[in-house]
Structures are given as C-alpha cells and as structure tokens.
C-alpha cells in the first residue's frame, strides 16, 4: 500500500465549476500536510498547508479528518490557471518529521 | 534571480558513465534534498541532508551518492549510470527553524542511453 494514496485523474472541469480531491495517508504518526501544485515540467511549489480545523485561502479550502487519515482540497469557481497536478503531501514520521512524503498527484484540467 | 538553482537543466549520457548533478541555493537554508519523478510514481526521496555533516538515505538510495560541499550546495552523483535511472531530478531545500514546506529547484531531465 502506498503511504499516500490520491486519483490520478484527469478531473476536466469547465471553468467555474467546483472541484474536490481526495488524498488518504497511511501512516497514523504523520503530523503535518500540505497541498503542493506542480504545473507540465516544472516543479512542485506549495498550495497550502492543511490544519487539523481545516483552512481556506481564497478558493482553495483544505480540509484534514485524521480519524479516518484523509485529506481534502476544494477548489471553486475554478479558473483555466487552475490546471495542473495537485500533490497531496504528508511528513515522513520515520524520519523525525523532517522528511516529506509525496503522493503521485491528481491532474486537473479546466477547459473553457 | 531562482533562490535554487539546478545544473544541468538537461543531460543526456550512456550507460556505465558517471554523472554529477549539482544544486545550489542561495535561501539560506540548512536542510536539502534530492528527489527523482517518474510518471505514475510521483516523487521518490533519495537522499537528504540536514547540515553539512548529516546526510541521509532516502526511499531510493541504492546507486546514487550525495555530497553536501557546503550549506548552499548538495550534489547528486551517478557513479555507473543506468537506464532505469531515466528520470526527472529535483533538489529542494527547507529551513529547520520554521515551516517545513520545502523549495524546488526548476529540476534536471536525465536521460540514460
């Protein structure tokens, strides 16, 4: 089992519309989470971080349920910009909390 | 001008040649990493340092080895380079007194003939 599950997708949204991915961990020691964006061939930069009370910015809204070890992000009134691979990222316990965890990503694709 | 910087940005090399991948960052921070993307896997850990007399092996170490020249440079070698090594690389770095969120470098496409 992977230590972080996402769908791979592609999610094709049209544009205003919401959309929501899903991430679960394995790993119930894990103590920190973000959500990453990384657009086509190029590197991953930091979306957000996800608190326990869950957290919005702007139209991203994070959401973390650590009974049932699942994270949330939801994006509205999604814009073409949107597109991209969101990476659901969780810290690596084994390692002292210094270490990250990547999922494989979920790909977005808003069309006009 | 990119607070991290990877060369190269492309390479392409044989099979059984040795290679250096080099990253360095100008954010002040203490703690690098060297990570490979592959399509489907996401992002895999190699290696890690958090100063520049700690290095760590990551998920993936095996035929790979690290240098941590100073706190601003980490560098990725390939001593006898394989196919299966085809990959996209990423250095990023994090600062241990604050947030752990990690900065990426632009990355290095390597392709193993």
């Known amino acids: 089992r992977k230590e972080v599950e996402q769908d791979p997708g592609p999610f094709n949204v049209p544009e205003g519309a919401t959309v929501a991915f899903n991430c679960t961990y394995s790993?119930?020691?894990?103590?920190?989470f973000f959500w990453y964006r990384q657009d086509c061939r190029k590197e991953p930069k930091l979306l957000m971080s996800?608190?326990?009370s869950g957290n919005e910015d702007g139209r991203f809204t994070a959401q973390l349920n650590r009974a049932s070890q699942y994270i949330s992000l939801l994006i509205r009134d999604s814009k073409l910009s949107d597109s991209a691979t969101y990476l659901c990222?969780?810290?690596?316990?084994?390692?002292?909390?210094?270490?990250?965890?990547f999922g494989s990503g979920t790909r977005l694709q808003v069309q006009p | 001008d990119a607070d991290v910087t990877q060369t190269p940005r492309n390479r392409i090399t044989k099979t059984g040649k040795r290679i250096m991948l080099e990253c360095s960052q100008t954010?002040?921070?203490?703690?690098m990493y060297w990570y490979r993307q592959d399509p489907g896997l996401g992002l895999r850990l190699i290696y890690y340092?958090?100063?520049?007399?700690?290095?760590n092996k990551g998920e993936i170490s095996d035929g790979y080895s690290v240098s941590r020249q100073a706190q601003a440079k980490f560098s990725l070698s390939l001593e006898s380079a394989i196919p299966n090594q085809t990959a996209l690389y990423f250095c990023?770095?994090?600062?241990?007194?604050?947030?752990?969120?990690?900065?990426f470098g632009p990355g290095t496409r390597l392709l193993v003939l």
């Open positions: 990023a770095t994090s600062d241990s007194t604050g947030s752990e969120t990690q900065y």
């Open positions: 790993n119930s020691a894990s103590q920190s």
């Open positions: 996800v608190y326990s």
């Open positions: 990222v969780v810290n690596d316990p084994s390692t002292g909390r210094r270490a990250l965890t």
């Open positions: 954010k002040g921070h203490d703690r």
């Open positions: 340092s958090f100063d520049v007399k700690d290095i």
